[in-house]
């Protein structure tokens, strides 16, 4: 429970001003107002850590258990990460290949992700169900950035996905950066979490768009799982059908069919 807690505090604090301020200005803000978070190091590790490469981290988790929303009305969206390379030069920069799908229309996107800043925990353990120990665990945090995806201009019902992001990492004791599902077993377990809007080429028009593995950012009434993600049931007839009769077999083979090939 902590682990989604602290992320959620960070993660929000990051998107409540406007694009142009860096999330660690933020955190720097709220610093000077006497809202630190000790949970944390004072210090961005950004320039130590940013060597690493992070792509791992964006394509660990099963499709089925990435959630996301787009709109008002929450209607499902799917989000299929296929490709993550990281440059060279700048380090901080990861090239995306990916796929988006709204009701049965597939959509094929290309982006970035530009880390922004990266902090570091004080303690390492936190929650009840962790699956390593400290020993085995030599650093732990979270990866902060933006994203900026483009859908294939040349088909209908396409646009521009742009937000910012929080990924939780470990690095284990033999120097080897892995994907933060040492207390995935928790309740209200999260990570990955992507927010921020869609906006169409066509009509210009935006839309909130978020989503995450095993929960979705800022889901509002929306999810009203306790210990897993369960999406609100009047909000059940924009895509999420298969989560009415959970669990069952017909939801099995729907949530894990391939989609995006």
């Known amino acids: 429970m902590r682990f989604y807690l602290v992320l959620i505090f960070f993660f929000s604090s990051f998107l409540t001003s406007a694009q142009t301020k860096t ?3 933020i955190w720097k803000e709220r610093e000077a107002n006497g809202e630190t978070d000790t949970s944390f190091y004072k210090n961005d590790f950004k320039d130590k850590y940013c060597q690493y490469n992070f792509s791992s981290i964006w394509t660990h988790t099963e499709n089925f258990s990435v959630f996301g929303f787009i709109g008002n009305n929450y209607q499902r969206l799917q989000i299929k990460f296929i490709s993550v390379i990281k440059d060279s030069e700048p380090p901080d920069t ?3 290949i990916g796929k988006s799908m709204v009701k049965d229309t597939v959509r094929s996107f290309k982006g970035e ?3 922004s800043n990266i902090r570091c925990y004080r303690d390492f353990r936190y929650g009840d169900a962790q699956k390593y120990t400290k020993a085995e665990i030599a650093k732990r945090g979270v990866v902060f950035g933006d994203y900026y995806f483009n859908e294939d201009s040349t088909q209908t019902k396409t646009g521009l996905f742009k937000g910012s992001f929080a990924s939780c990492w470990i690095i284990d004791n033999h120097g080897i950066l892995k994907y933060d599902d040492d207390n995935d077993q928790s309740d209200e377990s999260c990570n990955n979490q992507f927010a921020g809007t869609w906006q169409s080429y066509k009509s210009q028009t935006k839309e909130t768009c978020n989503w995450g593995d095993y929960r979705i950012p800022f ?7 306790s210990g897993d993600f369960s999406p609100n049931i009047k909000y059940l007839k924009y895509g999420w059908e298969s989560f009415e009769d959970s669990p069952s077999l017909k939801r099995a083979q729907q949530e894990t069919k391939i989609w995006w090939k």
């Open 23 to 25: 999330q660690w200005a």
């Open 94 to 96: 990861y090239f995306i």
């Open 113 to 115: 992700i530009v880390i």
């Open 219 to 225: 889901s509002g009434e929306f999810d009203c799982g």
